[in-house]
């Protein structure tokens, strides 16, 4: 039986288990489905009574004497007879009639012997509102003014509705009094306002969905994940037929890949399934008219674009839902260790879901934020930009990838299949590690998933303001790169007891790959070249990129030359080849073949760049170097090609007549201009000649046995 035959089978028997649990049932079905129609209408109607409730409640103002209760009492009595002469004038039933407020007229004013013992009164909320004026009659001139100060609770819905019924009195007054005045004097409305201002409330059911939906499908999706993990885990030990299942002839990681998909599944169901509540009770319940006041037609193709971008943070939820439940012994104990992972999700979450949080900077990378950030612009009708959307959706892939991995390992490991109580100390403590040959493919992925956000958070942070160079950044990146991309992954190789000299590759080259390295180092730039061109006129470049280039280039000028090639070349190719050619490369070398492995390390190479419109350049070069390392068992003839390559780049912005040596005239060397043919036939040449020496190197396993028969990744060699 093939490793699909395998998996579906056990993904078959695992899902129809599932789907006949009562619990999963109610959380992934019963919930969304029956939940939402009675929230949303029990809410809008309760809302409304008390809303209804508190308008027709009879008002009680207090007043500090007995002087202004007369004068309040006046403001009253006026404003009863001039609301019911208007609605005299107004047809009977007409709609302009109904929506003329309700008078005052019933309202009980109570007098206090000061304004503190008034105020005291509103805070002990024996009173809504209070009244103050600063004169003990009303106006009876145009050229004095009588300031009247409203003392409400306004955290309190009483005394919130009773302030603003107050504050409405005193603005009809107002306006009737202007009218008046304006009249005597023969001016018209213009003359005290020359603006008449309106308000168009643009606000629609996909506006006020952005505001709600997102989190809630967040967390729901989890929700989804959390009761078969559970099951799926601690459910099995629990039942002990987890040691069982481990000892079976099958493939470890077919069993995991199986309950994983599960996972994955209903927790993508019961997603889809809370979409598709919230937006058909949305919909066919008529709470357009209440929640907008414009109406509006449900975007149904942004909510399928959501539902499907939903795909990897449920996969990265189901894995992280899994390697937490598997230390758990018990159901109830899976449920305490679920709840600090909700929490965890609930702060970036509640971060992205404020108001004034945009999808942009440190957001577009942070783990659920950059989920919720993207799912709440879409709803609002913002204009996302695609690479937003694309960075989004690639860095959330590679949480998950990592989570997988982590998963993988953690289900897999003896201590926590078989131990009890020790289970989480023996997976992390030093004294009980196996030494190993290379990085687990869970460490690899997930240090590197770790480190793309901090590393886009330091380039975010080191990033020029309008007008500044780029010096700093040059130099800010040469200091960090080494700490983040060298010196941790080697303290984590030390802790765990991994073998340095082969993770990370450092074998001495043979003069065949070091030719290789050589050559191709020296050529790169052609098919770099004509390959930026190509891309230029697809899909063009945007102008952020080429404002970026022009920075990086005067920054290159002000330094010296040897200084460059230290910032630009050198550590870089020192740095980025020692983690995706020697850490990265090494994990997945274990578990997966010879182009998976060097794919995958190139994707997550180009990813850490950060410019979509370079992916295609960074991830062919890549693929170039991962090749060449992996020909040749050592990352140094990566480090040699990508250093040349580097410096080549550099030295055409400090001496860009280099080219015309070549032969090349001032129209050929531009940028998104095509190499002469003789130019592109030569480079071409010698880099495909390297490519040839690297293919001769010495044969190596492409990937290893999968363990079977009980066995665990650590005992396997998986690290």
């Known amino acids: 039986m093939t490793f699909r035959h395998r998996v579906r089978t056990i993904y078959y028997k695992e899902l129809i288990d599932i789907l006949r649990d009562r619990r999963t049932l109610i959380a992934m079905i019963v919930v969304p489905i029956v939940l939402y129609p009675l929230l949303m209408l029990g809410s809008v109607q309760a809302v409304s009574y008390q809303h209804e409730s508190l308008e027709e409640e009879k008002l009680t103002i207090g007043v500090a004497d007995d002087d202004h209760r007369r004068m309040l009492q006046q403001l009253i009595t006026f404003d009863t007879r001039a609301l019911e002469s208007r609605r005299e004038e107004l047809e009977p039933g007409s709609d302009a009639a109904a929506d003329l407020p309700a008078p005052l007229d019933g309202a009980q004013i109570e007098v206090f012997p000061s304004v503190e013992d008034m105020q005291a009164a509103i805070r002990e909320r024996r009173v809504p509102v209070g009244l103050v004026f600063d004169s003990d009659r009303l106006v009876d001139t145009v050229d004095k003014r009588v300031r009247a100060t409203v003392h409400a ?31 005597s004097l023969g001016l018209t409305e213009a003359f005290v306002a020359p603006y008449v201002v309106e ?18 499908l967040i967390l729901m999706t989890i929700t989804g994940a959390i009761y078969p993990a559970i099951d799926l885990t601690a459910g099995e030990r629990e039942r002990g037929t987890l040691e069982s299942l481990m000892v079976c002839p099958v493939p470890i990681i077919d069993l995991i890949v199986g309950k994983f998909l599960v996972v994955t599944t209903v927790a993508i169901m019961g997603a889809a399934l809370n ?14 008219k209440v929640i907008a006041s414009t109406g509006g037609a449900v975007p149904w193709g942004k909510m399928l674009f959501i539902l499907v971008a939903l795909i990897p943070f449920a996969v990265l939820m189901s894995a992280i839902m899994i390697a937490v439940c598997s230390y758990a012994r018990t159901f109830k104990e899976a449920q305490n260790y679920v709840t600090p992972v909700i929490l965890a999700v609930l702060i970036p979450g509640g971060i992205a879901a404020l108001p004034a949080t945009r999808l942009e900077g440190p957001m577009l990378v942070m783990p659920v934020g950059n989920m919720v950030l993207l799912a709440k612009e879409l709803l609002l009708g913002a204009t996302v930009p695609v690479w937003h959307a694309v960075v989004v959706l690639l860095s959330t892939t590679l949480y998950a990838a990592a989570a997988v991995a982590v998963a993988a390992k953690t289900f897999g490991h003896e201590s926590v299949v078989f131990a009890d109580a020790g289970s989480l100390k023996a997976t992390f403590s030093r004294a009980l590690i196996k030494p190993s040959s290379r990085p687990s ?19 975010s942070s080191l990033s020029p303001a309008p007008g500044e160079t780029a010096v700093g950044v040059l130099y800010g990146t040469a200091w960090l790169m080494p700490l983040l991309f060298v010196v941790l992954p080697v303290a984590v190789l030390g802790h765990w007891k991994i073998d340095l000299i082969n993770s990370l590759s450092l074998r001495v080259p043979g003069a065949r790959h070091t030719l290789a390295a050589l050559l191709i180092g020296v050529s790169a730039w052609v098919p770099a070249h004509e390959l ?54 090494s994990g997945l070398r274990g578990a997966t073949g010879k182009w998976t492995a060097i794919l995958i390390a190139s994707a997550f190479f180009a990813m850490f760049h950060f410019f979509i419109f370079r992916f295609a350049v960074s991830a062919a070069l890549g693929v170039v170097l991962g090749y060449l390392c992996w020909q040749s068992r050592s990352v140094v003839p990566a480090i040699l090609a990508h250093a040349l390559h580097n410096a080549i780049g550099t030295l055409s912005v400090l001496w860009p007549q280099w080219q015309q040596w070549l032969g090349m005239s001032a129209e050929e060397t531009s940028e998104w201009a095509h190499l002469p043919a003789e130019v592109l036939a030569v480079g071409a040449g010698v880099f495909l000649v390297g490519l040839i020496a690297a293919s001769k190197g010495a044969a190596e396993r492409d990937r290893e046995p999968m363990p079977v028969a009980g066995q665990s990744l650590f005992l396997a060699g998986k690290g």
Request: net charge negative; charged share 20%.
């Open 199 to 216: 308000e168009v409330d643009l606000s629609a059911p996909s506006s006020i969905l952005g505001e709600v939906l997102p989190l809630i």
């Open 275 to 288: 979409l598709g509540s919230v937006t058909a009770t949305v919909y066919f319940g008529g709470f357009d």
């Open 153 to 183: 609770d306004l955290e309190e819905p009483r005394g919130n509705t009773a302030g603003r019924r107050v504050n409405e009195l005193l603005r009809r007054t107002n306006e009737r009094i202007k009218e008046t005045n304006l009249k």
């Open 441 to 459: 493919l869970a460490m690899s992925v997930l240090l590197t998933a770790v480190l793309f956000p901090v590393w886009f958070f330091v380039q």
């Open 532 to 585: 930026n061109v190509l891309q230029h006129y697809l899909v063009g470049i945007p102008e952020a990129l080429l404002r970026s280039s022009e920075q990086l280039e005067e920054a290159i000028k002000m330094l010296r030359p040897e200084v460059v090639i230290l910032l630009l070349a050198i550590i870089p190719a020192c740095c980025e080849e020692l983690l995706f050619r020697g850490f990265l490369l």
